[in-house]
């Protein structure tokens, strides 16, 4: 009787270590599903979703705190997807928005460079006295320089 | 002559269908006179647009350049007449997306005076096959078999990887489309010269020419054309008349046996396919000088009074082409540019003819009619599929939107056929579903990639605000250590400083 507690004992410490060695070694499931999930947003880091940009919004779903139909950019189809990675239901989307970028109207620019620091992606191009200028192949879209310009000389222009 | 070899290799599935040849073949090829108004789309080719060199007002020259090559694949437009450029504004023309494109608008002056060419280089053996190919993409010739695939970019291509064959494709094998058919009986020696040409730019030694069975006098006339050059390289290929052996990769597979990969090119393989029409293109333009500003088109269908082949300039439109035949038979219902199952139907004759518009088509009902039905699962549409796929699997996943399955089944190697539509005795438009679920997928990939690009660029900016900020930690720090080895005296000397610049502020 006795080799079998101890075969069972031995077995059941070997396979202790090996879950823990798992647990801290490889990789959690909680990061890797952050990633999945950032995967799946569109990248505009436009904090429209109340979160600064879109891996602490990522963050946020895993742990629980937030819905995943926060995210306007992303539109119905991000929802949709979200829901089928994380087994949740499809709710309906808080707010819908168009996809648009943003443009400079140079003859009011005075080259004050805060939009230019507001921008999370760097697709703006200026330096201090000097106009801007918006490269429109890489503006995401997320109005995040709109608020900071003193005066007002940027609007955002709907894709068709 | 030389008669034609028969050693092939084997297609899956395909069609017979009723050829509707007869009436357009029946007379030679007839020139549509010059309008008055030619329309230039600047987009005739696949890739990015042409960039217009000409301006509102200006007099050109037929053949003169309209619009340069601007971007890795396109090709330049020239002027199909000699006129006066009226306008370049936004005009309907046969796309697969949207209606309204970019044209030049040219107002002949009925002169059509030609601008004047450099000499020909006299032997084309001593040219440089890449300045052959910088030749050849001057004249705008594209792929005229309807993908409109820039020519020399598909050689230069091409020639990055090991070729053995040039095959020139004469498989015309679409219903009504005649106009390839016309073309290799009155100009095969063209059509040769053509292929010696693209031969020497690939460098190679070893050209099909391919030919359906059903095309007698075609064969007759290229083979006789071939006894006349005496030249071995080139052999004459017969091939059964089913639909679509004339697929690029359908035609590889069926004359060299070799199957083209999924997502490959028929140049993975060692070959290289043009259309004959493109051969005689290219011949035109290398030792004639002619731009391609001219293209053979078959007008046909029950829609049409008297079916026949015509060269008309590039830019004319259908309206003033169909006019010319002898116009419309009663009431038609649809107008199609392309054949009856890849072609493209369009609302309205305004639209120009293209280099890509091989046959104009008017029907009176389209092959696709009948009311679509729930699919039964017979497997008719995997019976003929000519790339064995499973066109009633695939229908399941692009109802469902299930990209990755889609991509599983190999969607992207459809070549929207139109097989699997025609058999199919539900009436399923299969190939319309898979044309859209196509573009859904390449949607999802440019946003894929659109999100990868931004997500790349704040991660390098915040790397970028890290690391500038740490710099200016690290100079502070650097002056606070230096301010204290200098001792209190300079502090004290420094604070006051500060102070006193505080109060000229």
Request: glycine share 8%; with cysteine; hydrophobic share 40%.
């Given at each position: 009787?006795?080799?079998a507690?101890?075969?069972?004992?031995?077995?059941?410490?070997?396979?202790?270590?090996?879950?823990?060695?798992a647990?801290r070694r490889l990789?959690?499931?909680?990061s890797d599903?952050v990633?999945?999930?950032?995967?799946?947003?569109?990248q505009?880091?436009?904090?429209?979703?109340?979160?600064?940009?879109?891996?602490p919004?990522a963050?946020a779903?895993v742990d629980?705190?937030a819905?995943?139909?926060?995210?306007?950019?992303g539109g119905d189809?991000t929802?949709q997807?979200l829901?089928t990675?994380?087994g949740?239901?499809v709710?309906?989307?808080v707010?819908h928005?168009?996809?648009?970028?943003a443009?400079?109207?140079?003859?009011l620019c005075?080259?004050?460079?805060?939009c230019?620091?507001?921008c999370?992606?760097?697709a703006?191009?200026?330096?201090?006295?000097f106009?801007h200028?918006i490269?429109?192949?890489?503006c995401?879209g997320?109005?995040l320089?709109?608020?900071?310009?003193?005066?007002?000389?940027?609007s955002?222009?709907?894709l068709? | 002559?030389?008669?034609?070899t028969y050693?092939?290799?084997?297609?899956?599935?395909?069609?017979?269908l009723?050829?509707?040849?007869?009436a357009?073949?029946s007379a030679p090829i007839?020139d549509?006179?010059?309008?008055?108004q030619?329309v230039?789309p600047?987009t005739?080719?696949?890739?990015?647009?042409a960039h217009?060199?000409?301006?509102?007002g200006?007099?050109?020259?037929?053949g003169?350049?309209?619009?340069?090559p601007?971007?890795?694949?396109?090709?330049?437009v020239?002027?199909?007449?000699?006129?006066?450029?009226?306008a370049?504004?936004?005009?309907p023309?046969?796309r697969?997306?949207g209606?309204?494109a970019?044209?030049?608008?040219?107002?002949?002056?009925?002169d059509?005076r030609a601008i004047?060419?450099?000499e020909a280089?006299s032997?084309?053996?001593?040219?440089?096959?890449?300045e052959l190919l910088?030749?050849?993409l001057?004249?705008?010739v594209v792929?005229?078999?309807?993908?409109?695939?820039?020519?020399?970019?598909?050689l230069?291509?091409?020639?990055t990887?090991e070729?053995?064959?040039?095959?020139?494709?004469g498989?015309?094998?679409?219903?009504y489309?005649?106009c390839?058919d016309m073309?290799?009986?009155?100009?095969?020696a063209?059509?040769?010269?053509?292929?010696?040409i693209?031969m020497?730019?690939?460098?190679?030694?070893a050209?099909?020419?391919v030919?359906?069975?059903?095309?007698l006098?075609?064969?007759?006339?290229?083979g006789?054309?071939?006894?006349?050059l005496?030249d071995?390289?080139?052999?004459l290929?017969?091939?059964?008349?089913?639909?679509?052996?004339g697929g690029?990769?359908q035609?590889v597979?069926?004359?060299?046996?070799r199957?083209?990969?999924?997502g490959?090119l028929p140049s993975?393989v060692?070959?290289?396919?043009q259309?004959?029409?493109?051969?005689?293109?290219?011949h035109?333009w290398?030792?004639?000088?002619?731009?391609?500003?001219?293209?053979?088109?078959?007008?046909?269908?029950?829609?049409?009074?008297?079916?026949m082949?015509?060269?008309?300039?590039?830019?004319?439109?259908i309206?003033?082409?169909?006019k010319?035949?002898?116009?419309?038979a009663?009431?038609p219902?649809?107008?199609i540019?392309?054949?009856?199952?890849?072609?493209?139907f369009?609302?309205t004759?305004r639209?120009?003819?293209?280099k890509a518009t091989?046959s104009i088509?008017?029907v009176?009902?389209s092959?696709?009619?009948?009311?679509e039905?729930a699919?039964i699962?017979?497997?008719?549409c995997?019976s003929?599929?000519?790339?064995?796929?499973l066109p009633?699997?695939?229908?399941?996943?692009?109802c469902a939107d299930n990209?990755?399955?889609l991509r599983e089944?190999g969607?992207?190697d459809c070549?929207?056929?139109?097989?699997c539509d025609?058999v199919?005795?539900?009436h399923?438009?299969?190939t319309?579903d898979?044309?859209m679920?196509k573009?859904r997928i390449?949607e999802?990939?440019?946003?894929?990639?659109?999100?990868d690009?931004?997500?790349r660029?704040f991660?390098a900016?915040?790397?970028?605000?890290?690391?500038?900020?740490?710099?200016?930690?690290a100079?502070l720090s650097?002056?606070?250590?230096?301010?204290?080895?200098?001792?209190?005296?300079?502090?004290a000397e420094?604070?006051k400083r500060k102070q006193?610049?505080s109060e000229?502020?």
């Amino acid at each position: 009787m006795w080799t079998a507690v101890f075969t069972i004992a031995l077995i059941a410490l070997v396979a202790g270590l090996g879950l823990s060695f798992a647990s801290r070694r490889l990789p959690s499931d909680a990061s890797d599903l952050v990633e999945q999930v950032n995967e799946l947003l569109p990248q505009t880091q436009c904090a429209q979703c109340g979160y600064p940009g879109c891996r602490p919004y990522a963050n946020a779903i895993v742990d629980g705190s937030a819905g995943i139909n926060l995210c306007p950019p992303g539109g119905d189809s991000t929802v949709q997807r979200l829901a089928t990675l994380l087994g949740k239901d499809v709710i309906p989307l808080v707010e819908h928005v168009e996809t648009s970028v943003a443009v400079i109207d140079e003859t009011l620019c005075i080259g004050c460079v805060h939009c230019r620091n507001a921008c999370p992606v760097d697709a703006i191009v200026g330096a201090q006295h000097f106009m801007h200028t918006i490269i429109e192949s890489e503006c995401t879209g997320c109005e995040l320089c709109v608020a900071p310009c003193p005066v007002d000389c940027i609007s955002m222009k709907a894709l068709t | 002559m030389t008669a034609p070899t028969y050693d092939l290799g084997k297609l899956h599935g395909g069609l017979r269908l009723p050829g509707h040849k007869l009436a357009s073949t029946s007379a030679p090829i007839r020139d549509v006179p010059i309008p008055e108004q030619l329309v230039l789309p600047i987009t005739q080719h696949v890739g990015d647009p042409a960039h217009p060199v000409v301006g509102i007002g200006e007099r050109v020259l037929k053949g003169q350049l309209l619009a340069e090559p601007d971007g890795v694949l396109s090709a330049p437009v020239h002027a199909s007449t000699s006129g006066e450029v009226v306008a370049i504004e936004p005009w309907p023309v046969s796309r697969r997306h949207g209606d309204n494109a970019p044209c030049i608008v040219i107002e002949s002056d009925g002169d059509d005076r030609a601008i004047g060419r450099s000499e020909a280089a006299s032997d084309l053996t001593t040219l440089q096959p890449e300045e052959l190919l910088a030749q050849i993409l001057q004249g705008g010739v594209v792929g005229l078999g309807g993908a409109v695939f820039p020519t020399a970019q598909k050689l230069m291509q091409a020639r990055t990887g090991e070729m053995e064959y040039l095959i020139l494709n004469g498989v015309e094998c679409e219903p009504y489309i005649s106009c390839d058919d016309m073309l290799m009986r009155e100009r095969a020696a063209e059509i040769l010269s053509g292929a010696q040409i693209l031969m020497h730019a690939l460098q190679i030694d070893a050209c099909y020419v391919v030919v359906e069975s059903d095309k007698l006098d075609a064969l007759h006339h290229l083979g006789d054309a071939m006894g006349e050059l005496g030249d071995d390289r080139l052999v004459l290929k017969q091939v059964p008349t089913i639909y679509p052996s004339g697929g690029e990769d359908q035609l590889v597979q069926l004359v060299t046996n070799r199957e083209v990969p999924s997502g490959g090119l028929p140049s993975d393989v060692g070959c290289l396919v043009q259309n004959v029409g493109t051969a005689a293109a290219v011949h035109d333009w290398i030792v004639g000088h002619q731009p391609l500003i001219s293209r053979v088109t078959t007008v046909a269908g029950d829609g049409i009074v008297n079916p026949m082949n015509v060269r008309a300039r590039i830019g004319t439109t259908i309206a003033d082409v169909v006019k010319f035949t002898g116009g419309y038979a009663e009431k038609p219902e649809h107008l199609i540019l392309g054949g009856p199952l890849t072609g493209k139907f369009i609302s309205t004759d305004r639209v120009p003819l293209v280099k890509a518009t091989n046959s104009i088509l008017v029907v009176f009902e389209s092959s696709f009619e009948g009311r679509e039905l729930a699919c039964i699962r017979c497997g008719d549409c995997a019976s003929v599929c000519p790339v064995q796929l499973l066109p009633q699997q695939l229908f399941w996943y692009a109802c469902a939107d299930n990209e990755t399955k889609l991509r599983e089944f190999g969607l992207t190697d459809c070549i929207e056929c139109g097989c699997c539509d025609l058999v199919c005795p539900s009436h399923i438009p299969l190939t319309e579903d898979f044309r859209m679920a196509k573009g859904r997928i390449r949607e999802l990939a440019d946003e894929k990639a659109r999100a990868d690009r931004a997500r790349r660029r704040f991660e390098a900016r915040n790397e970028r605000l890290d690391r500038e900020k740490q710099d200016r930690e690290a100079e502070l720090s650097r002056q606070k250590e230096s301010a204290r080895k200098a001792g209190p005296a300079v502090i004290a000397e420094i604070l006051k400083r500060k102070q006193e610049k505080s109060e000229d502020d």
